[in-house]
């Protein structure tokens, strides 16, 4: 089975300061990697995936993430984030139609 | 275009009791995953709902069972209610012909209590 690692529970930071929310994989064979975000008293929502190509991927409200088969890792970044952005943060992975998530990354950003 | 609905959004049972959660696919999916989120805890995989059958199943007792029916949508029963139950059941639908690469779409939850 496939285990996904986030290094860190809690991320607290200041508004538009950058930000990097780590992710690992276990996998030795191609999977499809995904972040999604959960606000309070909601459901995740997708913010970007990676599937083939360019290893660097964006969402539309400025977070990127970058895929390295080498570290087997699937950071996210964000060069400076909002008070909106304050929230839950999972990476997944998805392999043989089953998606495996990691634990979460609260980002709290603090005015 | 109506995402993923799941009922109800909250409910308190007693040890021993049991519980259904329903949950409408988004339109257009095929496909429903359950997903049990404890509080501090990222989505565990309960099981998936393909064609009216259990396709895939995670680490979760027989005590969890569900059904999909004609039109997509999905129950997830809990029976003999255990206080570790209580979580956040998450419904997530995906269209399985998306060559692999499709993502799940979630509800908002059917948060349980167990007391």
């Known amino acids: 089975a496939q285990s996904v690692t986030q290094l860190d529970s809690q991320v607290p930071v200041f508004e538009e300061a950058p930000v990097e929310l780590r992710c690992n994989y276990s996998s030795s064979v191609s999977v499809y990697l995904f972040w999604y975000v959960q606000y309070p008293n909601q459901g995740l929502q997708l913010l970007l995936k990676y599937l083939s190509g360019s290893t660097l991927v964006e969402s539309i409200n400025g977070f990127e993430a970058e895929f390295n088969k080498s570290q087997t890792s699937f950071h996210l970044r964000k060069p400076s984030v909002h008070i909106s952005d304050t929230a839950e943060y999972f990476c997944a992975v998805k392999n043989f139609n089953k998606f495996y998530f990691g634990s979460g990354t609260k980002l709290n950003v603090k005015p | 275009d109506a995402g993923v609905t799941q009922s109800p959004t909250h409910l308190i049972k007693t040890r021993g009791q049991q519980v259904t959660l329903r949950c409408s696919p988004k339109s257009g999916h095929d496909t429903v995953s359950w997903y049990q989120q404890a509080l501090g805890q990222g989505p565990q995989f309960i099981f998936q709902y393909y064609e009216e059958e259990e396709r895939q199943r995670g680490n979760f007792p027989d005590r969890f069972s569900g059904h999909q029916f004609p039109n997509y949508s999905s129950e997830l029963n809990v029976n003999a209610l255990l206080l570790g139950d209580s979580a956040l059941y998450l419904c997530?639908?995906?269209?399985?012909?998306?060559?692999?690469?499709?993502?799940?779409?979630f509800g908002e939850g059917s948060r349980l209590t167990v007391l």
């Open positions: 997530a639908s995906s269209l399985l012909t998306s060559g692999g690469t499709g993502e799940l779409f």
